[in-house]
């Protein structure tokens, strides 16, 4: 049986009807960010805040429409509000979205994205938060991928959390850094074969109901796309800024592409772009060889109009040390791969302090 496609869905939904002025929700441009994943199905319906409670019937119409098709095992829809419906649309002025909520004691949280999965993103999340650490910043990092947790083995930790009172859960630690991860409380190799609800309440607590403590800044490592788990995260949280990880070739920065953008319906500041895997330089003679292409995500960067952050090689060091649990930034700090996630996070730090402490955004190259 074939998985349903982005056209076949929009064309049930296109039967259902807004009832206010009987138009389709594709009609009013409602439906976004259609995401198929084998039988599993889930996207968001865009209302206007205020409505948000009237409309939960519309959204229940929609989730039934698209589970009914064929191939269709299960499918969620989430209202958001980034946005009212077209002007022309509009029988009353859009409410603004709610203010997303403080986390107590956490003065600032960044989301490191990608568009899709296999660009390292959590490689270079996980460096950023030890860098940041390594510059004297109380840093924690959440693992926000609840189908693939890596950080456990990224971070070399294992065991189950603790807690002291019974409510909050305590982080574990890497070089002083603070990590939460759902891998730390299923087997590595249990699949999270969960439903959209079920992800979003897990993220609230894995940010809310976890010790954090006093910090600078919380790393969030965000799952690849931009489905169910980003809107919750972009919601729900005051991000400060969103980092975006993308090799250099051309269908890794399509994604990337889509990531700035949906940061940018729910008024996320893109922080700017990393490229990962950028080259690959000979230890023996030093030729670079540019595998995956190059300059595609300082390209992207400058169409965007977002900063370019770092150029990050393709290096077996790195590998090495991300799947032996010891970041390169803590078990290698010497070297020149360290070295170029070292001055990223400077820039990030300086970004966080704002424009008086910001500096000219370096090209980082390792040679």
């Known amino acids: 049986m074939n998985e349903p496609t982005v056209e076949a869905i929009r064309r049930v939904l296109n039967e259902i009807r807004h009832p206010d002025d009987g138009k389709s929700v594709i009609e009013r441009g409602m439906v976004s960010g259609i995401v198929v994943k084998g039988k599993n199905v889930g996207f968001a319906l865009e209302v206007p805040a205020a409505d948000a409670q009237r409309l939960e019937k519309l959204r229940r119409a929609c989730e039934d429409a698209v589970r009914a098709m064929e191939g269709v095992s299960s499918c969620t829809v989430v209202l958001t509000a980034e946005r009212g419906p077209p002007p022309d649309l509009q029988s009353k002025p859009a409410a603004q979205a709610p203010a997303r909520p403080e986390v107590p004691g956490i003065k600032a949280i960044i989301a490191v994205a990608s568009g899709k999965g296999g660009v390292g993103k959590s490689t270079t999340a996980i460096n950023l938060a030890c860098g940041l650490r390594a510059l004297g910043l109380k840093t924690g990092i959440l693992d926000a991928d609840i189908y693939g947790p890596s950080l456990p083995r990224m971070a070399g930790l294992s065991g189950r959390p603790t807690t002291a009172d019974g409510k909050k859960m305590q982080p574990l630690e890497v070089a002083g850094v603070k990590v939460m991860s759902m891998g730390f409380l299923v087997e590595e190799e249990t699949p999270m074969i969960w439903r959209g609800p079920m992800v979003q309440s897990a993220l609230t607590q894995m940010l809310n109901d976890v010790a954090w403590g006093e910090l600078d800044v919380l790393v969030v490592d965000m799952p690849p796309g931009t489905g169910d788990a980003q809107l919750t995260m972009a919601q729900k949280v005051p991000l400060a800024g969103?980092?975006?990880v993308s090799t250099p070739q051309?269908?890794?920065?399509?994604?990337?592409?889509?990531?700035?953008?949906?940061?940018r319906r729910v008024d996320v500041p893109i922080m700017g772009?990393?490229?990962?895997?950028?080259y690959f330089a000979c230890p023996n003679?030093?030729?670079?060889?540019?595998?995956?292409?190059?300059?595609?995500?300082?390209?992207?960067?400058?169409?965007?109009?977002?900063?370019?952050?770092?150029?990050i090689p393709l290096d077996i060091a790195i590998r090495e040390t991300s799947d032996g649990g010891q970041p390169i930034v803590v078990s290698r700090p010497d070297t020149t791969q360290a070295a170029a996630y070292m001055d990223l996070a400077r820039t990030i730090r300086d970004k966080l302090r704002g424009p008086s402490a910001a500096k000219p955004f370096p090209k980082i190259v390792y040679a």
């Open 250 to 263: 051309d269908i890794a920065l399509l994604d990337a592409r889509k990531a700035i953008n949906m940061f």
């Open 285 to 311: 003679c030093g030729h670079r060889t540019e595998i995956f292409a190059h300059g595609g995500a300082k390209a992207c960067a400058d169409t965007y109009n977002v900063d370019f952050l770092a150029e």
């Open 242 to 244: 969103a980092v975006i």
């Open 273 to 278: 772009i990393v490229e990962n895997m950028s």
